[in-house]
């Protein structure tokens, strides 16, 4: 890059929108581009703040090449003929309007759903759920972070009372004397946080990773329990019964803090080792040795994510782990406590301000009177006019499949990318009536959409969002918005306008968003009253909760009591089966997850030129074993198959996998993407479909 220029444009602060450390940057365009052209020079340099400490990825490096993509959408495009082309913004607001109206007097109210993601802003993601319940009254509102955090979000509100990623700060973490790193990649979905664990390590921590595959991250750990996909609950269980038979525990902890523990004596009495680590697929000494590591040490860490957690058993999975760090007393103090490591650029904030089927904002519950009653008030309306509990993002899909729902707005997000079983999910959209999808770009849910509604990308449009440590971080607008896109917020307002809800959606900008956010959060679990706009800019962000403007937020949780009413945490023990559908025709397990230049379905990556550069095309990854099995050469193209569907693609040959088990990445759509063969079973408790484990087969795409 050059000097800057005389023509510079605009230097500005932003944050990187590709995952959840939100690391602060500066993008800087050197030069004018030529008229009617997207071309200039741009530097992009990270920002010191307390949780990036200035550092990027090539992520965050190349994250401007999407926002300035001569892909971008510029107008609102609707179906004629069945092409979708230009429209205007009223006549695109108008038929949105008719169309929902015309439906919603056929139908009734939850014929129309609402399908948001946990990168909008938590101002979007607020003024989402309050369109769904007032502008259209709709019971059908959920969002893809079903598939991110749910797991997690309901065992720590079970365990702790509270649902935080992190109950400690980022910069907390070289305390730790070991650290547990659970089906999380560190290295390849945050990059920026691993100079945390490599300082840990100076310190002296002993890093433990938990994964099926020897990732980038498994790479720096002192031990790597090669699990197999789906037993993570029992590797759990494995760990604590050696803790306990050990005498690790800490009686009085156990007796001042917490409740329950009875119950996982009870649970634990019976639990074979030899057996359990058979069925983990780890050596039993591996599991001795990280258990001790853990017990032993006076201060720890356990982190989970993903792999852990997109599973059938996802929410108990947690829980165990969740046992783990309660038995131990390692939680409320330096070099201590639980994290889930969310991968949304607003994974944490996108589930704490009512885009949940289950959730009002402040994490207040849709079934709890109360609750109801006070997020009314601040809305204006009836508490009777709510509808109650929707259902889970997959559900939708089945809804829109059994036409119970018939029309559809889908913001910021992917969903027949992103959902598992894909075939059905297909049908289900195609079946609508009516599908409206908000973007920046054709995504293939935008191919397939009625109405397509442009909007700005995070260099454009200001708003908050709150990272995995719980921090609540101000994004603020860096450039105009480009053509006639539109911030999310305003399309609600003026879809809600055409309605004829005009009064309850009046703001101008979205800070007032915010203040009507933080009311609504007041006295909830994720309290934002004590944050403003304001502070954000001074401060460069606070921790929820943060009840009063006096109020410093809190980094590390859990000190003095826990969040459930008798201040203590709940042990709780209900043993996970595990997972085995393996059979003769089905005979490996498929397990998915992220790369390193690619964030979610890749909507946005694939269109940043050097992210997309560095993985072209999907892949699968597996052992040499395997591969000799099944006559697969290196880089050849072969079809993996499910009871649920088939794809295709790539062969990656690497001995870094265990022999049972094929890898995929989730970013690509088509005939490349894994969850045609995904299947969508629902954990029970919080309706996370088993993503991490499919039974399958594969076979070369040759000619005879
Ligand atoms: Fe930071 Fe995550 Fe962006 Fe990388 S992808 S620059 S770690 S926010």
């Given amino acids: 890059s050059s000097e800057p220029t005389a023509s510079k444009l605009y230097v500005k602060e932003t944050q990187c929108p590709y995952c959840s450390v939100q690391c602060k940057m500066t993008v800087e365009e050197l030069a004018a581009p030529v008229a009617g052209q997207r071309r200039g020079e741009y530097t992009v340099q990270g920002v010191p703040n307390e949780a990036s400490q200035g550092r990027l990825c090539v992520k965050g490096m190349n994250a401007h090449q999407h926002a300035l993509s001569g892909q971008r959408l510029m107008h609102p495009l609707i179906r004629r003929n069945g092409e979708l082309e230009p429209c205007s913004w009223k006549e695109a607001i108008q038929t949105i309007a008719e169309r929902f109206q015309d439906l919603r007097d056929l139908y009734g109210a939850d014929t129309v759903g609402v399908y948001g993601g946990g990168s909008l802003t938590n101002e979007t993601a607020y003024l989402l759920?309050?369109?769904?319940?007032?502008?259209?009254?709709?019971?059908?509102?959920?969002?893809?972070?079903?598939?991110?955090?749910?797991?997690?979000?309901?065992?720590?509100?079970?365990?702790?009372?509270?649902?935080?990623?992190?109950?400690?700060?980022?910069?907390?973490?070289?305390?730790?004397?070991?650290?547990?790193?659970?089906?999380?990649?560190?290295?390849?979905?945050?990059?920026?946080?691993?100079?945390?664990?490599?300082?840990?390590?100076?310190?002296?921590?002993?890093?433990?990773?938990?994964?099926?595959?020897?990732?980038?991250?498994?790479?720096?750990?002192?031990?790597?329990?090669?699990?197999?996909?789906?037993?993570?609950?029992?590797?759990?269980?494995?760990?604590?019964?050696?803790?306990?038979?050990a005498g690790l525990v800490k009686p009085h902890f156990i007796d001042k803090r917490t409740h329950g523990y009875d119950q996982l004596i009870q649970g634990l009495a019976d639990l074979q080792l030899e057996q359990a680590a058979q069925a983990c697929g780890v050596d039993l000494a591996l599991i001795r040795q990280a258990a001790m590591a853990y017990g032993e040490a006076e201060t720890g860490m356990i982190m989970t994510a993903r792999g852990v957690e997109q599973q059938t058993d996802g929410h108990m999975a947690v829980r165990h782990f969740l046992n783990l760090v309660l038995a131990t007393g390692k939680i409320g103090r330096e070099g201590c406590g639980y994290g889930a490591i969310t991968g949304q650029g607003n994974g944490q904030g996108g589930r704490e301000h009512g885009q949940k089927a289950d959730q009002l904002p402040g994490y207040r519950s849709i079934e709890n009177e109360a609750d109801r009653a006070y997020v009314a008030s601040v809305w204006?309306?009836?508490?009777?006019?709510?509808?109650?509990?929707?259902?889970?993002?997959?559900?939708?899909?089945?809804?829109?499949?059994?036409?119970?729902?018939?029309?559809?707005?889908?913001?910021?997000?992917?969903?027949?990318?992103?959902?598992?079983?894909?075939?059905?999910?297909?049908e289900g959209l195609r079946k609508l009536d009516f599908l409206i999808v908000a973007d920046m770009f054709l995504s293939e849910t935008a191919r397939m959409a009625d109405l397509v509604l442009p909007v700005t990308s995070y260099m454009e449009n200001e708003g908050t969002l709150t990272n995995l440590e719980g921090r609540v971080l101000l994004r603020e607008q860096g450039?105009?918005?480009?053509?006639?896109?539109?911030?999310?917020?305003?399309?609600?307002?003026?879809?809600?306008?055409?309605?004829?809800?005009?009064?309850?959606?009046?703001?101008?900008?979205?800070?007032?968003?915010?203040?009507?956010?933080r009311v609504a959060s007041r006295g909830g679990v994720a309290d934002y009253y004590g944050i403003t706009y304001e502070r954000l800019r001074n401060e460069k962000g606070v921790y929820w909760p943060c009840s009063a403007l006096e109020d410093q937020g809190e980094g590390l949780l859990f000190g003095e009591r826990f969040a459930h009413p008798d201040g203590k945490a709940a042990f709780t023990f209900e043993s996970s089966p595990g997972w085995n559908d393996i059979s003769s025709e089905f005979p490996l397990?498929?397990?998915?997850?992220?790369?390193?230049?690619?964030?979610?379905?890749?909507?946005?990556?694939?269109?940043s030129p050097a992210l997309a550069a560095r993985e072209l095309e999907n892949f699968v990854e597996l052992h040499p074993a395997t591969a000799a099995r099944y006559r697969i050469h290196d880089g050849e193209w072969v079809e993996i198959q499910?009871?649920?569907?088939?794809?295709?693609?790539?062969?990656?040959?690497?001995?870094?996998?265990?022999?049972?088990?094929?890898?995929?990445?989730?970013?690509?759509?088509?005939?490349?993407?894994?969850?045609?063969?995904?299947?969508?079973?629902?954990?029970?408790?919080?309706?996370?479909?088993?993503?991490?484990?499919?039974?399958?087969?594969?076979?070369?795409?040759?000619?005879?």
């Fill in 129 to 245: 759920g309050k369109f769904a319940r007032v502008a259209l009254g709709t019971k059908y509102i959920d969002y893809n972070g079903r598939f991110c955090m749910s797991a997690a979000a309901s065992a720590g509100s079970k365990v702790f009372g509270m649902d935080r990623g992190l109950t400690f700060r980022l910069s907390d973490i070289p305390k730790a004397g070991c650290i547990v790193l659970a089906g999380t990649n560190i290295a390849e979905c945050q990059p920026t946080l691993l100079p945390y664990f490599n300082q840990a390590k100076e310190n002296g921590a002993f890093i433990i990773v938990i994964d099926p595959r020897k990732t980038a991250t498994a790479a720096i750990a002192d031990l790597h329990l090669q699990v197999k996909p789906g037993m993570d609950a029992l590797l759990a269980d494995s760990m604590l019964k050696v803790i306990m038979d």
């Fill in 380 to 426: 204006g309306v009836d508490p009777a006019s709510l509808p109650g509990k929707g259902v889970s993002a997959y559900e939708m899909m089945e809804k829109a499949h059994d036409q119970e729902i018939r029309a559809l707005l889908v913001m910021g997000s992917n969903p027949v990318v992103s959902n598992p079983n894909v075939r059905l999910v297909e």
């Fill in 479 to 517: 450039r105009p918005a480009p053509g006639e896109t539109l911030d999310d917020w305003d399309i609600l307002c003026r879809i809600a306008a055409q309605l004829g809800g005009a009064s309850y959606f009046e703001y101008d900008t979205a800070e007032d968003i915010f203040n009507e956010l």
């Fill in 589 to 607: 397990i498929l397990t998915n997850g992220r790369v390193l230049p690619h964030y979610l379905t890749g909507v946005q990556t694939h269109r």
């Fill in 642 to 704: 499910s009871t649920y569907g088939s794809f295709t693609v790539r062969s990656r040959i690497k001995d870094s996998i265990r022999e049972d088990t094929l890898f995929v990445p989730m970013h690509w759509g088509g005939i490349q993407n894994v969850n045609r063969a995904t299947r969508p079973e629902l954990d029970p408790f919080c309706r996370m479909p088993g993503f991490k484990t499919a039974a399958v087969t594969i076979r070369p795409l040759r000619l005879a």
